[in-house]
């Protein structure tokens, strides 16, 4: 394989021109789409890709044509909570891939459609040793070509369901320079709200438009008798809002139904919209809906 120092020139290879063709595909893949929304936290397990998976389902029942990219490549779970796995047929052709359509049309494309066993591990290297820059540099890659080989057609929304951690944002931000916000998740916990807390201070050092926190597990919901208790001691999530200056826009209640509900039915929010918790995910679409409305660039 040739190295940059061999190349003469560019070797004949035209890499600039290469680079510009991929990010000009991206681009003109992502113009059809209205709006990119990014949900995230520091902190793994915190329900990124529950609530990500019932907002969408929240945005489709108000009439909107949504797609999810499943960002998480290591551990993907958006095609699970749809009903698209690996057992999807992928339907491919010189202008790129048919997004999997998932439970009320939601357009998908995640990584375990592209595994051969459900169970497959995503490998970037055999060798031991591969340096974090690398392993992100894989990632950034494979994320574009997600992106820019999906034929999305026209969507109002495309959610971006982040993996664990607040360095993760840099590629995103890369790709969809024009992202409308992101949505911060946390639960009520000390430690959560401290890893949230470093998120946040990332986002607002790269520039990256913050539509608000998300304090997911709030609170218990007894599915029998619909009272709530608290689930986690610990301080108010709005305290962090208020601190890091972001609006806080959802208290949503833990519900075992939701946890239960996954892919072949419908998803919780449709079976459940007018629960506690079915309020709490709808007010989160109200305030995203409202930021975009309010920020007409985004
Ligand atoms: N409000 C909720 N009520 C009940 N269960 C919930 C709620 N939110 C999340 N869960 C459950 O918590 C677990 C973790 O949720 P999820 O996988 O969405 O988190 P995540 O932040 O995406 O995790 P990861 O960091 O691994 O990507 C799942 O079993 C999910 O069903
Ligand atoms: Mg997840």
């Not at 357009?107 to 595994?115: A, F, N």
């Not at 218990?220 to 609006?247: M, R, T, W």
């Amino acid at each position: 394989m040739k190295t940059y120092e061999d190349l003469a020139g560019d070797g004949g290879s035209n890499i600039v021109g290469q680079v510009v063709s991929k990010l000009e595909k991206l681009r003109s893949r992502l113009d059809g789409i209205k709006h990119k929304v990014a949900l995230m936290s520091g902190k793994g397990g915190v329900g990124k890709s529950s609530l990500t998976a019932n907002i969408a389902s929240c945005l489709a029942d108000r009439g909107h044509r949504v797609g999810i990219l499943d960002a998480d490549l290591n551990g993907p779970s958006i095609g699970q909570l749809l009903g698209v796995g690996n057992d999807h047929k992928l339907v491919l052709d010189d202008d790129g891939i048919e997004p999997g359509i998932g439970v009320q049309g939601i357009k998908i494309m995640s990584m375990d459609m592209l595994l051969s066993q459900p169970d497959s591990p995503v490998m970037w290297t055999e060798e031991p040793g591969a340096t974090a820059v690398w392993v992100s540099t894989m990632e950034s890659t494979a994320l574009r070509e997600l992106l820019s080989d999906t034929k999305w057609g026209d969507l109002d929304f495309l959610l971006i369901d982040m993996p664990p951690g607040s360095d993760r944002i840099d590629n995103i931000r890369e790709l969809v320079p024009e992202l409308a916000g992101v949505v911060e998740i946390t639960i009520p916990s000390p430690l959560s709200q401290h890893i949230v807390s470093k998120s946040i201070t990332k986002n607002r050092q790269m520039g990256v438009p913050v539509i608000g926190l998300v304090e997911n597990m709030a609170t218990y919901v007894c599915p029998h008798c619909d009272q709530e208790a608290k689930l986690f001691e610990g301080k108010d999530a709005k305290d962090l809002s208020q601190n890091k200056g972001i609006p806080f826009i959802g208290k949503v209640p833990f519900d075992t139904r939701l946890s239960r509900k996954t892919g072949s039915g419908g998803l919780f929010y449709t079976e459940h919209r007018d629960s506690i918790t079915g309020q709490a995910i709808a007010q989160v679409v109200d305030a995203i809906q409202n930021f975009i409305a309010n920020n007409p660039k985004s």
